[in-house]
């Protein structure tokens, strides 16, 4: 069984670009998860898709922002990029809010902002 | 509000001496408590969970760990470490609401031949 799948694995924008992350979760599996691993920071929650809907979000501005699809996968947009948007974003799913304590998570993507 | 404090951000030990990475949480009420481990270009993996069964968690890999209420720690243990044990640990508490995950700063293993 395929597990959670992102691409790209590297991204490399300039600064004011617009950065675009992708995610597929397991098979089955209807929440989607975006979290962004920045040096020294630790991982921090950004996003929540479950059934299509944004159900939450973290403390970051509104120019990060995604979608789900019809067939689960996630989008997680990045604009007006600055150079501390440079981290590891991953990406999870799990199959609903009822389990949604386990959290399988992908390889992530690097974004890196010069 | 939820909180984990991973004591140590980075542990280093011979191969085949035991493991210790320390974690300790703060919550208004009984928490859920999850150790994950991320090994270089892959992703987080659950390695066990507490949900208020046993005090003693036992997971993947011979880690396991305990939950102490009275100390509010949550520390994660190995008998003997393996070179394939090398990794960054994440200790991680639900938090207010089912969606939210905190995850702790990570504490880097490093396991010498």
């Known amino acids: 069984e395929a597990g959670v799948t992102q691409s790209p694995t590297h991204l490399i924008k300039t600064r004011g670009q617009q950065a675009t992350l992708r995610c597929s979760p397991i098979?089955?599996?209807?929440?989607v998860y975006w979290y962004q691993q920045a040096l020294g920071l630790g991982l921090q929650f950004l996003l929540w898709?479950?059934?299509?809907?944004?159900?939450n979000r973290g403390n970051f501005p509104p120019r990060f922002s995604g979608r789900q699809f019809p067939n689960y996968s996630s989008e997680l947009n990045v604009n007006a990029l600055e150079l501390e948007d440079s981290a590891l974003y991953l990406c999870?799913?799990?199959?609903?809010?009822?389990?949604?304590?386990?959290?399988?998570f992908g390889s992530g993507t690097q974004l890196s902002v010069l | 509000a939820q909180s984990v404090t991973q004591l140590d951000s980075h542990v280093s030990v011979s191969e085949g001496t035991p493991v210790l990475l320390r974690c300790n949480y703060s919550?208004?009420?009984?928490?859920?408590l999850f150790w994950y481990v991320q090994h270089p270009n892959k992703g987080l993996q659950l390695l066990l969970k507490?949900?208020?069964?046993?005090?003693l968690v036992k997971g993947i890999n011979g880690f396991e760990a305990e939950f102490k209420k009275s100390e509010t720690s949550f520390h994660l243990t190995k008998p003997s470490a393996h070179m394939s044990d090398a990794a960054e640990y994440f200790c991680v508490v639900r938090g207010d609401s089912s969606y939210k995950l905190i995850f702790g700063s990570g504490t880097r293993l490093l396991v010498r031949p």
């Open positions: 919550s208004s009420y009984s928490p859920s």
């Open positions: 898709y479950d059934e299509g809907e944004e159900r």
């Open positions: 098979s089955g599996h209807t929440s």
């Open positions: 999870a799913s799990s199959g609903g809010t009822a389990t949604n304590e386990k959290l399988f």
């Open positions: 507490y949900t208020s069964a046993a005090t």
